[in-house]
C-alpha cells in the first residue's frame, strides 16, 4: 500500500476516533451547565470562552510550528493538553458546589487554547496529506463516517443520562471521561500519518497584517457571519430543554437527525462543490441557515413534531456550509502562506464570536418586544444570517473555470426526485453502516 494512502487511512480513523470523543463530551457542555446551575449570561459566557481560547492562541500556535517544524508532533501535543482539560470537568462532581462553574469555565478556556494552538499546524499538515483534486469527495466521505460515529454516541448518551437523577452528575462524568479516552486514540492514529516535509519561507511577524484580495474578502465574509450564527448557537439546547421541556433523550434524538440529515447530504454537498464551486453551494447553506433560527421560534411543547423538518433543514444546511467553507479557505489560502492565513483566518473571525454569545444571553436575560427572551435572539440571528449573502458573493474560487449562478446549482440540488433520490441517499448511508460496524 503506498504511503499516501496510509496516511488518509490514518486520517480516516483520527477523524472517526475524534468524531466519537466530540460526540461524548461537546453536545452535552450546555446541558451539564445547566446541571450546574448556570444562567444564559453563564452559557454564553462558556461559549465566549471557547472563541477567547482560539483567539489567544493562534498567532503562538503558528510560531511554534515556524520554531518546532514538526507540525505532527506540535497537533499531537497540543490535543493531549487539551484532553488533559477535560479531567477536570471530569471530576467536578467531587468539588465542592461553590466552586462548579469557575472550575467549568476554566477547563472550558484551557481545552479550546490548546485544540486550537494545534489548528495552523493540523491545517497545514492536511492540506499536503490530501490532494486538491480529490478533497471534496475525500472529506464528505469522512465526514460521512464521523457523522456515523457521532450519532451512535450522541443516541446512546442522551438515553445513558436518563437514566440518571436530575442532580446526580455522575453520568455527565463518565460520558465525559470515555470523551477523553477516545480523542487520545484520535491521536494516536495522528502520528501515525507521515505525511510530507515542512519547507517554510523565512517570516516576520508582521506577515499576520498582510491581508488582502480575495483572502480578506473571505475573512470578512466569516467574520460576519461567525457573528450572526453565534449570537444564538449557545441557545438551541437551553431552548429544547427548558423552554420545550426535553428530556436528555428527547434532545439527543432530535440532535441526531440533524446529525443525520447532514450526514445524508455530505456526500451530495461534495459532488456539488467538485462540480460547481463552493461558493454558490455555500450560498444555499447560509440560506437554510438562515431560516433555521427563524422556523425553530414557532416550535412548542406541543408542537413538538414541527421540529423534525427543522432538524432535517439544520442538518443539511451546516453540512454544506462546513464543507464548502473548508474547501473555500483551502483554495483561498496558499500553500507556504498558509500557517500565517490560518491564524489570520482564525484571530480575525474569532474576535466577533467571543462577544456574540455574551451579547445573545443578554438579549434573552434583558429584553423584551413583540418577541422575548431566546426566541428574540433567533429572530435576530436570522436577520444577521440573511445579510452575509452579499458579503460571500464578493469571494472569488481561483481553481474555478465556470462560474455558475447560484439559482442554477440550486436547482441541481433539489433535482433528486424527492422519493428515488432519499433512497438512494439512505441506501448508501446504510451501505457505510454495515461497512462501519465491520470495522468496529
Not at 6 to 24: Q, T, V
Not at 81 to 90: E, P, R
Not at 159 to 171: E, R, T
Not at 419 to 437: D, L, P, S, T, Y
Request: charged share 15%; net charge positive; with cysteine.
Amino acid at each position: 500500500m503506498k504511503q499516501e494512502t496510509k496516511d488518509r487511512k490514518n486520517l480516516f480513523y483520527n477523524g472517526i476516533n475524534w468524531s466519537i470523543a466530540d460526540a461524548f463530551t461537546t453536545p452535552f457542555l450546555v446541558p451539564f451547565g445547566l446541571a450546574l446551575g448556570a444562567s444564559n449570561l453563564v452559557i454564553g459566557t462558556i461559549t465566549s470562552l471557547q472563541n477567547l481560547g482560539m483567539l489567544l492562541s493562534q498567532v503562538p500556535g503558528s510560531e511554534i510550528v515556524w520554531a518546532v517544524r514538526k507540525r505532527r508532533a506540535v497537533n499531537n501535543a497540543c490535543e493531549f493538553l487539551a484532553k488533559m482539560s477535560w479531567l477536570a470537568i471530569v471530576f467536578i462532581p467531587f468539588l465542592p458546589p461553590e466552586s462548579w462553574l469557575t472550575v467549568l469555565l476554566a477547563a472550558v478556556f484551557v481545552s479550546s487554547f490548546f485544540v486550537n494552538l494545534s489548528y495552523p499546524a493540523w491545517t497545514s499538515f492536511i492540506a499536503d496529506v490530501v490532494p486538491k483534486e480529490i478533497r471534496g469527495r475525500y472529506f464528505a466521505n469522512r465526514n460521512t463516517y464521523m457523522g456515523l460515529a457521532a450519532i451512535m454516541v450522541l443516541i446512546f448518551v442522551g438515553f445513558y443520562l436518563d437514566l440518571f437523577p436530575k442532580d446526580d452528575l455522575m453520568g455527565f462524568s463518565s460520558i465525559f471521561l470515555l470523551g477523553f479516552i477516545f480523542g487520545i486514540a484520535a491521536i494516536a492514529y495522528f502520528a501515525m500519518i507521515r505525511g510530507s516535509k515542512l519547507n517554510l519561507s523565512e517570516h516576520h511577524l508582521h506577515d499576520y497584517l498582510r491581508i488582502g484580495g480575495n483572502f480578506r474578502r473571505f475573512l470578512t465574509f466569516n467574520a460576519y457571519f461567525g457573528f450572526a450564527y453565534m449570537i444564538a448557537s449557545p441557545f438551541f439546547a437551553v431552548y429544547m430543554l427548558d423552554n420545550l421541556r426535553m428530556g436528555y433523550a428527547d434532545y439527543a434524538m432530535f440532535s441526531a437527525i440533524a446529525a443525520f440529515a447532514g450526514l445524508v447530504s455530505q456526500k451530495h454537498w461534495g459532488r456539488l462543490i467538485d462540480k460547481f464551486g463552493s461558493r454558490p453551494t455555500m450560498f444555499i447553506g447560509v440560506l437554510g441557515a438562515a431560516l433555521v433560527p427563524l422556523v425553530f421560534i414557532f416550535v412548542t411543547p406541543s408542537t413538538l413534531i414541527w421540529l423534525i423538518p427543522v432538524q432535517i433543514i439544520s442538518g443539511v444546511a451546516w453540512a454544506g456550509v462546513g464543507l464548502a467553507n473548508f474547501n473555500m479557505f483551502l483554495d483561498t489560502t496558499e500553500g507556504d502562506k498558509r500557517i500565517v492565513q490560518t491564524a489570520d483566518y482564525n484571530i480575525i473571525t474569532i474576535v466577533p464570536m467571543i462577544f456574540a454569545p455574551l451579547v445573545g444571553g443578554i438579549i434573552a436575560e434583558s429584553y423584551a418586544f413583540p418577541l422575548a427572551g431566546i426566541p428574540l435572539v433567533f429572530a435576530v440571528s436570522a436577520i444577521l444570517r440573511l445579510g452575509a449573502l452579499p458579503l460571500l458573493s464578493r469571494v472569488k474560487e481561483s481553481h474555478i473555470k465556470k462560474e455558475y449562478e447560484t439559482g442554477y446549482v440550486f436547482r441541481h440540488f433539489v433535482s433528486i426526485h424527492p422519493v428515488r433520490g432519499m433512497m438512494q441517499e439512505f441506501r448508501a448511508v446504510n451501505k457505510e453502516i454495515r461497512h462501519f460496524a465491520k470495522k468496529l
